[in-house]
C-alpha cells in the first residue's frame, strides 16, 4: 500500500474515531477496539499490491460500519461481529502482504543461485517457498471457511431459523400434529424434508428437538406428549437417512411457554416443536458473530 493510501486510511479511521469519541454515551467496546488497533497496524505495515489492498478496502468498510453501529448505540452482539469481520479482513491483508515478502525472499534467492550459487542464499528461498505455500494454504482456508459459514447460515435463514443464545433454532409449530396427538400429520412431511436436506448437506451438523406444549390439560399428560412428539420428528429425520447419533429429542411440557397461556393466541405459541441446529465443533466462527453479515 503507498505511504499516501497509507495516511487516507490512518486520516479516515481517525477521524471517525474522533467524531465518535465526541459522542456522549456510547459505552467502549473491546471488539471494537481491537478491529481498530488491528487494522491501524496491518495498514502500517502492510506492503503494497492488488490483493492487500483490496482486503484493506473491505476491511476498512466494515470498520466504519462497526464505528457507526457503536456511534448509534446499536447492541453489543452487531457491534462485535461487524468489528470481528473487519480484524478479519484486515489479518488476510496482512497475510498476503506476507505473501509478497516471501516472494522477494524466493526471487532474490534464486537470482544469486542463478550468478553465483551462493547454497544459503538457495536455502533460503526453498525455505521462503515452503512458508508462502503454508501462508497460501492458510488464507484459502480462511477465506472458504469464512464463505462457507455464509452459505450455510443464508440456508438456515431461509428455513425461517432464527439466530439465538442457544444457536440457529427453527419453530415448528402445532400444525404437525392433531390436538393431543403426537403421529405426524402428512402435511408436515414437506418441513422434515427440508431439515433433512440441510443436515444430509451439512453433516457436521448436530440437531436437538425440544417438545413443548401449552397448559390446557394434565401436567404430566403434557409433558409426555411433548416427548412424544420430539420423537416423533426425531423418527421422521432418520426415515430420511439422518443418522440418530446427530439427533438428540426431549421434551418440556408446559414448562418453557414464550407466551402466555392466558389467551387463545399464546398457547398457540407455546405449543411447538423447536429444532436447535448445534454449532459444529471445529468452527472458529460463532453464530451471533457472523449472522449479521448476511443481513447488511
Request: aromatic share 6%; glycine share 6%.
Amino acid at each position: 500500500m503507498t505511504r499516501i493510501t497509507k495516511v487516507a486510511f490512518a486520516v479516515a479511521t481517525g477521524l471517525s474515531i474522533v467524531a465518535i469519541a465526541g459522542c456522549a454515551g456510547p459505552k467502549p467496546n473491546q471488539a471494537l477496539d481491537t478491529a481498530r488497533a488491528t487494522f491501524e497496524r496491518v495498514s502500517d505495515d502492510t506492503l503494497e499490491s492488488a490483493y492487500s489492498t483490496e482486503d484493506l478496502n473491505v476491511a476498512k468498510r466494515k470498520l466504519d460500519s462497526a464505528n457507526k453501529a457503536w456511534k448509534d448505540k446499536k447492541d453489543s452482539k452487531t457491534i462485535n461481529h461487524r468489528s470481528y469481520l473487519a480484524e478479519q479482513y484486515a489479518l488476510i491483508a496482512e497475510q498476503r502482504s506476507e505473501l509478497l515478502r516471501y516472494q522477494a525472499k524466493i526471487d532474490n534467492g534464486n537470482m544469486e543461485r542463478t550468478k553465483v550459487q551462493v547454497d544459503l542464499r538457495s536455502s533460503e528461498a526453498e525455505t521462503a517457498q515452503r512458508q508462502a505455500e503454508s501462508l497460501k494454504q492458510e488464507v484459502s482456508e480462511r477465506e472458504a471457511q469464512l464463505a462457507n459459514q455464509l452459505k450455510e447460515l443464508e440456508e438456515l435463514k431461509a428455513l425461517q431459523a432464527r439466530n439465538t443464545d442457544r444457536g440457529m433454532v427453527l419453530t415448528l409449530g402445532d400444525v404437525l400434529f392433531d390436538t393431543g396427538e403426537s403421529t405426524l400429520k402428512a402435511g408436515a412431511r414437506s418441513n422434515i424434508e427440508r431439515v433433512a436436506n440441510f443436515l444430509r448437506k451439512y453433516p457436521d451438523r448436530s440437531l436437538t428437538i425440544e417438545g413443548h406444549t401449552d397448559n390446557t390439560g394434565d401436567e404430566d399428560f403434557n409433558y409426555d406428549l411433548s416427548v412424544e412428539r420430539a420423537f416423533s420428528v426425531r423418527s421422521a429425520l432418520m426415515a430420511q437417512g439422518i443418522d440418530i447419533s446427530r439427533i438428540q429429542a426431549k421434551g418440556f411440557g408446559e414448562d418453557m411457554p414464550i407466551a402466555s397461556n392466558s389467551n387463545t393466541s399464546g398457547r398457540q405459541q407455546n405449543r411447538r416443536v423447536e429444532l436447535i441446529f448445534d454449532q459444529p465443533e471445529e468452527s472458529n466462527f460463532t453464530e451471533s458473530i457472523i449472522i449479521g453479515e448476511i443481513d447488511e
